[in-house]
């Protein structure tokens, strides 16, 4: 139990904003791409709304731990992504009175090539990660930070 919490007091303070900015590429969105207008096919698999279900460190779980943490609020963040490559998210954040709230949203564009999606949110700098889709309802990815390998499971809404 000691090393688990040696790794989410890690996971909780220098690699939080390690982890927030990819997880803002996957996690969030509350409304659903199946009212998209166009009634067209999904030009790929990641088209949908989709959340976050399931963090681990080295294999082991730490999402029950972490969403009930202060620390743990933008887990509840949403993302979709559209048919004409486009995204938006609506990240959670803690407000000045501690309480885990809807941000406003934000909107970007994204892009795949394999199994590498690339994104870019308001501008930003583009941003890449390798996803692994473990069915039609469920895929993660994977980074390494501080020897500790995470992984962010991510499923349709």
Not at 9 to 28: R, S, V
Not at 37 to 57: F, G, L, M, Q
Not at 99 to 120: F, P
């Amino acid at each position: 139990m000691g090393n688990l919490r040696y790794h989410l007091k890690l996971l909780k303070m220098k690699n939080l904003a390690f982890i927030l900015i990819p997880i803002l590429f996957l996690g969030w969105f509350a409304t659903s791409c199946k009212s998209d207008d166009d009634n067209s096919p999904n030009v790929d698999r990641i088209v949908d709304s989709w959340e976050i279900t399931d963090v681990k460190a080295n294999g082991v779980s730490v999402y029950e731990f972490m969403i009930n943490t202060p620390e743990g609020c933008f887990l509840n963040s949403k993302v979709q992504f559209f048919n004409d490559f486009t995204l938006k998210s609506i990240p959670y954040e803690l407000n000045d009175q501690g309480n885990c709230v809807a941000g406003a949203e934000i909107s970007g564009t994204w892009s795949r090539q394999g199994d590498v999606y690339t994104y870019t949110i308001q501008g930003e700098t583009p941003d890449s990660q390798t996803v692994n889709f473990v069915n039609n309802n469920q895929f993660y990815y994977s980074f390494t930070a501080e020897e500790i390998t995470y992984q962010i499971y991510f499923s349709r809404m």
